[in-house]
């Protein structure tokens, strides 16, 4: 991004924060394209962030760029990323406080509110779902292909809650494969340890591309009975949110100017990701593959970021009542808030 974008940008962040309320229902708001305010006066907000996965990866790239970049601290905020001990539990420490904020699947989020939790969604990281069955290059995969394999996921909810989805489409149940619970697939796949995959084509498209040079072949899930809705979103633990909403705002606004940098300059923002975490186990090639694939998922249909609907959690609601996953469609209203998110 040149300095004149720069200047331009901070320029109509810092104007639309004077104009804009820090809340907004629906109807109001267009979702933040970034914008760090000036920093309140005092010390800055101390807030705590979960990670969805154990471990770092590329996804966490405008959560260092708004570090890095002073965006955080511009915003009256000072943020530290901590990580869940497995796969299934990025909701659970959200919930008992252990963070304040926190990137969670939404079917995470579905089931926190199932269970009364005290978390809510606060804005879509990524806003369709991306995620589907992966075979190695030289293995064909169709719905007809499917019965009998040994199929990988993480235990985490995501996954258990897509697979049914596609197994139907098939014809098929759980009963008609042989589902393995796994750290890491991509290795697994590429020695023929597991049939198939399941993740997200961000993650396992590059994978396989830095290690064969060849793309894998896949099914994804919203082309075969699962709902085309959001992967990620960002959530906050209730309690927190109730004391400290101007910095839960912040924070999102931090964040959005940082993933408009990110977006601008994705092999520069992947440097400053490497830089941040050195021991991230991944090559260059990958982080900035994966990057730039998750790139075409973050903005809605009018090229807004974090924006929610209530489509999107009553069709995911629904879908998983459909599966006997939930016993009942909660109101939107249940699932998220669109008030945290800035006016531009």
Not at 100 to 111: S, V
Not at 174 to 192: A, F, H, N, S, Y
Request: glycine fraction near 10%; charge should be negative.
């Amino acid at each position: 991004m040149s300095r004149t974008r720069i200047a331009t940008l901070l320029l109509a962040l810092a104007i639309g924060a004077l104009v804009a309320a820090c809340g907004g229902s629906e109807e109001s708001t267009t979702g933040a394209d970034g914008g760090a305010t000036a920093a309140p006066s005092g010390e800055p907000t101390k807030l705590t962030m979960s990670y969805s996965w154990p471990t770092v990866d590329f996804m966490a790239v405008p959560i260092v760029a708004a570090q890095e970049l002073g965006y955080f601290a511009e915003a009256g905020v000072e943020v530290e990323l901590i990580f869940p001990p497995d796969p299934a539990s990025s909701a659970k420490v959200l919930a008992t406080g252990d963070s304040d904020i926190g990137l969670i699947t939404t079917t995470d989020m579905a089931f926190a509110v199932k269970q009364g939790l005290g978390i809510t969604a606060i804005g879509n990281y990524t806003t369709s779902n991306n995620w589907g069955l992966f075979t190695k290059p030289d293995v064909p995969i169709a719905l007809d292909t499917l019965k009998g394999k040994k199929i990988s996921g993480y235990g985490d909810s995501w996954t258990k809650a897509m697979l049914p989805f596609v197994l139907d489409s098939a014809g098929l149940t759980e009963q008609d494969v042989e589902v393995v619970t796994v750290d890491w697939d991509l290795p697994l796949l590429l020695k023929g340890e597991v049939d198939v995959a399941t993740n997200t084509t961000n993650f396992l498209i590059p994978g396989v591309l830095d290690e064969t040079g060849e793309e894998p072949n896949y099914l994804l899930a919203k082309d075969n009975g699962a709902p085309d809705v959001p992967v990620w979103v960002y959530a906050v633990n209730d309690e927190f949110a109730a004391g400290n909403a101007d910095a839960v705002s912040a924070f999102l606004r931090a964040v959005g100017e940082a993933t408009v940098w990110a977006s601008d300059n994705p092999e520069e923002a992947v440097e400053m990701y490497e830089a941040a975490y050195p021991d991230n186990g991944s090559s260059t090639g990958y982080n900035t593959a994966g990057w730039e694939d998750t790139l075409k998922y973050v903005r809605g249909g009018d090229g807004s970021l974090f924006l929610m609907t209530d489509e999107q959690w009553t069709s995911l609601a629904e879908a998983l009542l459909g599966i006997g996953e939930l016993d009942q469609v909660a109101p939107p209203s249940d699932f998220y808030t669109n008030d945290y998110i800035s006016m531009n």
